[in-house]
């Protein structure tokens, strides 16, 4: 049977470019999921949560810090983006983190990264950035962008 760390990984071996080296592991996704404040969210290409052995073609992962959520990793597969998932999935963050009482989602990404465009439309604003903050696997640095959502 088909689980969700198993659909993670599918979506995430598809929609990461390796240049980047962006990519978790199996083990730093279950490392991460094995902590009560790490939540996830996994969705078909229908758009719904996966059931059986369906496949995933969306997650995020994310992690609640008191009134804050950070979102770590948010992927949609090559195949099923601009379909509305990245959206589907930012609002089902947005939903239960505030069941959870956050008042400001937070995230950090590549300068340059293709997702800026999903996140800004959202309502993510930039708060700072981060000079060098990434390493490629072939050695290049590259900037990153801290971006914030009031949800309250």
């Not at 659909?7 to 990461?16: L, N, P, Q």
């Not at 465009?117 to 604003?125: D, H, I």
Request: charged share 30%.
């Amino acid at each position: 049977m088909i689980d969700d760390v198993d659909r993670i990984m599918a979506v995430m071996t598809a929609a990461f470019d390796p240049v980047y080296g962006e990519a978790w592991n199996r083990r730093q996704v279950e490392d991460a999921l094995s902590f009560d404040h790490t939540h996830h969210g996994v969705l078909s290409a229908r758009g719904e949560v996966p059931v059986g052995d369906e496949a995933a073609a969306a997650f995020f992962l994310s992690r609640t810090g008191f009134e804050e959520e950070e979102l770590l990793l948010l992927a949609v597969h090559p195949e099923e983006r601009r379909k509305g998932l990245g959206q589907m999935l930012l609002n089902r963050l947005r939903a239960e983190a505030t069941q959870r009482g956050v008042r400001r989602l937070l995230l950090e990404m590549r300068k340059g990264n293709d997702a800026e465009r999903l996140y800004r439309n959202f309502g993510f604003e930039p708060i700072g950035e981060r000079r060098e903050y990434y390493r490629t696997p072939g050695g290049q640095r590259l900037d990153a962008i801290t971006f914030a959502c009031e949800i309250t």
